[in-house]
């Protein structure tokens, strides 16, 4: 089973019904065992059941016998939703949900999800937190299945090219397949560390895949002399956190003044920075790493720009994540380090900005403009997010132009670190000002809200995630900020004061296209990549 | 005289055993404004916002001076306790509902009400037992009054003979809290001094002679967040002690009673496993035992369904209405356990959720189950049966049921 924690509110009642398989931290922050055993299956069902929120989701054999549903029947001319060819590349969240959603809305026709990594789709968020704590092993992360998607799984085989014309993917092993719609659902990975030889000691690791987080969870049981975290984003400070409750020393280098500070601005950064260094953490802001140092091929020392060297046999690289989008790089598409675009409908643009009517897109690969949020093109890397525009892509790969829904989900995302549920709705990093508006930021159980020219475009919430539905419809209804009215638990301080984001580069600005052809007919459009440029 | 309001209709006792098509008829607007000023808000999307809210507030202390006699005394102390924690708001609600819930369950006590299910059974089954030699028996006051009673009592660390004792002081605080009056609220103002004083001696023996109970928690046990001190001790035990099981034995009336309603639920409750457990879920929604929240106030003014809420007005939270709203629930009016995602109001939301939820659902799931198993071509003797007087805590105050025999357990 699988729980959507950006539903989740806290409300606890599946750690009342089944405390084996979640446990409460804090107040309102949930763990949860993904694969319970089969004796706690009715636990688990009172747990799925009391959800006030029903987040929790239960593997369809786990369920009760449920009446047969009503069956879906397509539309005599309704060929491709009756027998069309579906592929969808990419077969993690967002690729099982686009597949759930396809048969939910009466997709009878063939179905093939591709995938480089052998395994069906599991869940990731608990790679940092739970598996590395030891709570729950990396391989019973297998994501639930909703119902049966009657799919030709293609995995530990990479798609590595698109013939957009054949409409073909081709793959690793050389076979090619035929689509009538494609959606891609590729993701991103964990940037590497940049210097390859560096990369390759034992002992230097990053976090994106189950092979990477059982292989640092052996690791951190072995209790290393000190662990090194590179970066401090929300993978970085989890990791962080988990060495703590394990009782390892850690030392975070942060390249930007504070924790956290890209997502959530400069002001919640410090708070952050705060907590980690109550709990002991070697936090090092505005510091780089020079080099990582290894003897007979381990990792020993690392070399940091404040000049001083550590003796580490592990580090953590948590520099974010780049976007798998190589393999469409001939095809035509608008891909580039900014992932695939396209239109609020998830179809994808070609290079020239056309919107094609049958490549899709979803998940942490694509990127979308946000009309919520001044039609900016955003790519939104949250676990909801994957959820909902899969959901979207799937519905609309699949009916009329007049059918098609628009993705304006708000976006949300959570993060639980040092015993601090951590929750946000809306897009803060577009914002210029923050105000706390309820709680206080020396009780750690505060909410603060981010407004860009005197409007709501986002909050965050720590250890007070029942409220954050309000600061959602504020984001909905483009609400006035600061807040013009009393509030119950006033925060000390009200007064909004600059939200300390990083400057942000759309990153396609730094695309370069070439344009031939005079006649509008014949008129092209067609990226250039950094490498072929030289 | 004005023509009474639609909500006045509610609240008036004779429409308690049907309230729905008065439910229906408040739902045609979101939000009312009583003739006394109160605010009445009757749909679900509108319910579930004002619960996530922050200019909605749970302290009395907020009324404008006119409405200050409409703080209901079930909760605030009747004037002799300071008020419980569903009478406050944060950061005073949150310290005390945590130093609440670490001898109730998670963090502190995870495994509490899960290691309580072979007591809760043993329970059940004694009650019904009790069954066996009549053809008929009053279900609220045979099981579904004298169940949670021993639940709470147990749980809480309250010796259950002493049951008739407090009873007499519920009662009061109860009925004043559906319909306060000068009179009902001096004799609750009394029985809330009674009840404290109660409360005070037996704290005093759990002091000295510590059990595993939770009131022997929460007098030696000190967390980050300290201890509850004095009134604020007694306001929250007399809380869980009423809370724990007034709405409990409705829930379990009221589920009794549909069940007969709806035979083909209850076959299966015979004999499908786990079917209780999604039964109880839309059992909640259908006939929930609180039919609304009287106690909210706003702090300012709150634009919501086509009506400004005024700050410092009473607000109402119709949950029952809300749990039948055709806009945001398919086939509300329709009892249908298969339901699939069932979000419902009937424990609340936000930040008050109900504190006792786990405990209800468990308690409702196995009296219900045992009792559809064990008593022979159950039938109702009166439908409607009587109800209790209280519109809010809504469920019948006898159900009388004949029957064949009693399987044994």
Redesign the interface.
Same mark, same amino acid.
């Given at each position: 089973m699988v729980v959507d924690l950006t539903k989740c509110q806290g409300?606890? +009642?599946c750690? =009342? %019904?089944? &405390?084996e398989a979640f446990?409460?931290?804090? *107040?309102e922050a949930l763990m949860f065992d993904p694969a319970p055993s089969a004796d706690q299956r009715?636990?688990v %069902?009172?747990a799925a059941?009391?959800c006030?929120? +029903?987040a929790l989701q239960v593997d369809m054999a786990d369920l &009760?016998q $449920? &009446?047969p549903a009503e069956p879906l029947v397509a539309a005599k001319g309704d060929r491709l939703r009756r027998d069309g060819r579906i592929v969808i590349v990419g077969a993690s969240l967002a690729g099982l949900k686009a597949a759930e959603q396809l048969r939910a809305d009466g997709f009878t026709g063939t179905l093939t999800v591709i995938g480089d990594e052998p395994e069906e789709p599991y869940d990731r968020p608990p790679l940092s937190k739970q598996v590395q704590t030891g709570f729950v092993a990396s391989a019973d992360t297998t994501l639930p299945r909703r119902r049966d998607i009657a799919a030709d799984w293609k995995l530990g085989v990479a798609a590595t090219g698109l013939d957009l014309e054949r409409k073909r993917v081709v793959l690793a092993d050389g076979q090619e397949v035929e689509f009538d719609r494609l959606l891609v659902t590729t993701g991103v990975r964990a940037r590497p560390w940049p210097v390859p030889e560096e990369a390759a000691l034992d002992g230097v690791f990053t976090i994106r895949t189950r092979g990477d987080a059982a292989g640092l969870r052996e690791r951190l049981l072995a209790h290393p002399k000190r662990v090194l975290v590179i970066g401090s984003g929300f993978t970085g400070s989890e990791m962080a956190s988990v060495c703590v409750e394990l009782g390892i020393p850690v030392t975070v280098a942060e390249a930007g003044p504070a924790p956290l500070s890209g997502a959530l601005g400069g002001v919640i950064g410090r708070i952050s920075a705060g907590i980690m260094r109550e709990h002991g953490v070697d936090l090092r802001t505005h510091t780089k790493v020079s080099s990582l140092q290894g003897e007979d091929g381990k990792l020993r020392r690392a070399a940091l720009s404040d000049g001083t060297t550590l003796d580490v046999d592990v580090a953590v690289v948590a520099l974010g994540g780049i976007r798998n989008v190589e393999w469409l790089e001939s095809s035509g598409l608008a891909v580039g380090v900014w992932g695939l675009a396209c239109d609020a409908g998830c179809r994808a643009f070609t290079a020239a900005g056309l919107v094609t009517d049958d490549v899709f897109v979803a998940g942490d690969v694509a990127r979308q403009p946000q009309p919520m949020f001044g039609y900016q093109f955003l790519a939104m890397e949250h676990w909801g997010n994957a959820v909902t525009q899969a959901e979207v892509a799937a519905h609309n790969m699949i009916s009329s132009e007049t059918d098609r829904w628009p993705h304006l989900e708000m976006p949300a995302f959570w993060s639980l670190q040092f015993g601090h549920n951590i929750k946000s709705v809306g897009v803060p990093p577009i914002a210029d000002q923050i105000a706390i508006? $309820?709680?206080?930021v020396e009780?750690r $159980?505060f909410?603060a809200a981010y407004g860009y020219k005197g409007r709501v475009v986002g909050a965050v919430s720590w250890n $007070?995630g029942?409220? %954050? *539905? =309000?600061y959602q +419809?504020l984001i909905e209804q483009a609400a006035p900020f600061p807040l013009p009215? *009393?509030?119950?638990?006033p925060p000390p301080d009200p007064v909004p004061v600059p939200a300390e984001f990083p400057d942000r580069q759309y990153p396609g600005r730094e695309a370069t296209v070439v344009v031939t052809g005079h006649d509008p007919s014949e008129r092209r459009a067609t990226l250039v990549r950094p490498s072929r440029r030289r | 005289m004005t023509e009474p309001s639609v909500f006045d209709e509610i609240v008036d006792f004779h429409n308690r055993a049907n309230p729905w098509p008065l439910y229906d008829k408040l739902r045609t607007q979101p939000v009312w404004q009583e003739a006394d000023g109160t605010f009445v808000v009757s749909t679900f999307r509108e319910i579930?916002?004002l619960f996530?809210?922050? !200019?909605?507030?749970s302290?009395a202390a907020n009324l404008l001076p006119e409405f200050a006699h409409k703080a209901g005394p079930l909760s605030d102390g009747g004037g002799a306790l300071p008020p419980s924690f569903i009478r406050t708001?944060?950061?005073r609600h949150?310290t005390l509902r !945590?130093i609440a819930m670490r001898q109730f369950?998670?963090?502190h006590r /995870?495994?509490r009400?899960?290691k309580l299910v072979p007591a809760l059974e043993a329970i059940v089954t004694r009650l019904v037992d009790g069954l066996v030699g009549k053809d008929q028996c009053d279900l609220v006051d045979d099981v579904a009054y004298p169940f949670p009673v021993a639940v709470i009592c147990e749980l809480l660390g309250v010796p259950e003979e002493d049951e008739p004792r407090f009873s007499a002081w519920v009662d009061p605080i109860v009925n004043s809290a559906g319909q306060p009056t000068p009179e009902s609220k001096e004799q609750a103002k009394e029985a809330f001094q009674q009840l404290g004083m109660y409360m005070f001696q037996l704290a005093q023996r759990r002091k000295a002679d510590p059990g595993d109970d939770m009131l022997s928690g929460y007098v030696t046990d000190d967390g980050p967040d300290g201890q509850l001190e004095g009134g604020d001790l007694f306001a929250t035990l007399i809380l869980l002690l009423i809370a724990g099981h007034e709405t409990t034995v409705n829930l379990i009336a009221n589920g009794w009673l549909t069940l007969l309603r709806h035979p083909e639920a209850l076959q299966r409750l015979r004999t499908? /496993?786990?079917?209780s457990? !999604?039964m109880?879920?839309e059992l909640l929604r259908y006939e929930p035992s609180v039919h609304f929240v009287p106690n909210r106030i706003a702090?300012?003014?709150i634009e919501i369904g086509g009506t400004t809420i005024r700050?410092g007005h009473p607000v109402v939270l119709v949950l029952a209405s809300g749990n039948r709203d055709g806009e945001c629930i398919p086939h509300a009016d329709r009892f249908d356990p298969?339901r699939a995602?069932?979000?419902h109001l009937a424990?609340g939301?936000?930040?008050h959720?109900c504190f006792g939820?786990?405990l209800a659902?468990?308690e409702a799931?196995l009296a219900l189950t045992q009792l559809a198993k064990r008593l022979q071509n159950p039938r109702l003797l009166a439908d409607p049966p009587p109800y209790r007087p209280s519109p809010v805590l809504r469920g019948p105050i006898h159900l009388p049921v004949a029957y064949d025999g009693v399987l044994p357990a």
């Open positions: 409300y606890a +009642q750690a =009342f %019904l089944a &405390p446990r409460m931290v804090g *107040d009715v636990k %069902l009172r059941a009391a006030p929120v +029903q &009760p $449920q &009446p508006t $309820q709680g206080s009780s $159980q909410v $007070q029942k409220w %954050l *539905d =309000f +419809q009215y *009393d509030m119950t638990n | 579930y916002a996530h809210d922050p !200019r909605i507030s302290d708001d944060a950061p949150d !945590r369950g998670p963090p /995870p495994d009400i899960d499908e /496993p786990d079917f457990i !999604r109880v879920e702090v300012a003014d700050k298969d995602d069932n979000v424990f939301n936000g930040v959720y939820a786990p659902r468990l799931q």
